[in-house]
């Protein structure tokens, strides 16, 4: 087992170790010198996994925010390059990859695609967490045309003049059709996408390409119908249950299977379920549409594109 994947199996049993131990004699200076020894133990496995994670030997994406939200808006944290960036800012992502012991001071940037509340609500929160109160530091924020007015508001309310401390506002502006590069370093090329119906709605979507994998991320927007999803390896897609969409005209689970079929995407990965049974409905109606290789992407979920070929590991984090 990969050792991201062994650090929270480790976590559960030392808690049941010193809970069990508290019963049986923690409180003894044995039983407190074994309790240090296993959280020892257990930060060591937290450091190897927050190591592994940034190596580059993958491409990675991890489903963050907050799961007990009752609408989940889970960001995207993607890990290429010894970088890390985060698309869309949402409840509880900052304090999701704390406690992963993730380091937050490899955040390069935050993109968002959309600039409504949902999909920002932690913004400057990923600030704190990523400057550790530096004065000096800037966070850039890439997004739709409105990013440059909630980050004005934001940098307002927490005393940053924008330049040379704080949120700094990057608007891609990318046409239907036509990809804009945002990040280009090591291998790895990040680009802004949009369509049609998302420009209407003011929503941006991204790719990431590094060395040969593929990822692309498009929240709320139609994503899997651009032709920046085309021959992508992961797409990681917001929809709703045929049912829903009827009512909302959101994009359907059904929809984003139809269109990874026609796209020759290899695996869709549905976010945004309200609950469990919603998201194994999405999932039966995308895989009803004609394309199998569909999860639902929940908190503390692990996508790793190796470099090495052309697999697709999905795991808990």
Partial sequence: MHAIGKSSAIFVTLSGLFWGGWVVGSQTPEGQEAIARAYAAYEEQQAAASANLFDSTALRAVVCGDPDSAEQKPCLAVVAAGRMFIVDAGSGAASSLTRRNIPMERLSAVLLTDADLPQVADLSALYGASTHGRADALLPVYGPAETQRLVDGLNQAGGFDGASRGLQAWGPSPEPGR????????????????????????RVGYRFDYRGR??????????????????????????????????????SAAEA?????????????????????????????????????????????????????????????
């Avoid at 804009?180 to 420009?199: K, M, N, R, Y």
């Fill in 179 to 202: 990809s804009v590069i945002v990040f280009e370093a090591d291998g790895l090329v990040v680009s802004a996408f949009t369509t049609q119906e998302d420009a209407f709605e003011g």
């Fill in 214 to 251: 593929s990822i692309v991320v498009g929240g709320d927007g139609r994503v899997a119908t651009a032709a920046a999803a085309r021959d992508a390896d992961v797409v990681l897609q917001s929809a709703e249950t045929h049912r829903v969409a009827q009512v909302t005209g959101e994009f």
């Fill in 257 to 317: 299977g139809a269109n990874a079929q026609a796209l020759n995407t290899g695996m869709v990965v549905l976010t945004g379920a309200e609950n469990t049974l919603a998201a194994q409905t999405q999932v039966a109606e995308a895989r009803a549409a004609g394309f199998n290789d569909v999860v639902a992407g929940r908190v503390g979920m692990l996508v790793e594109l190796p470099l090495a070929n052309s697999e697709i590991n999905v795991r808990p984090l």
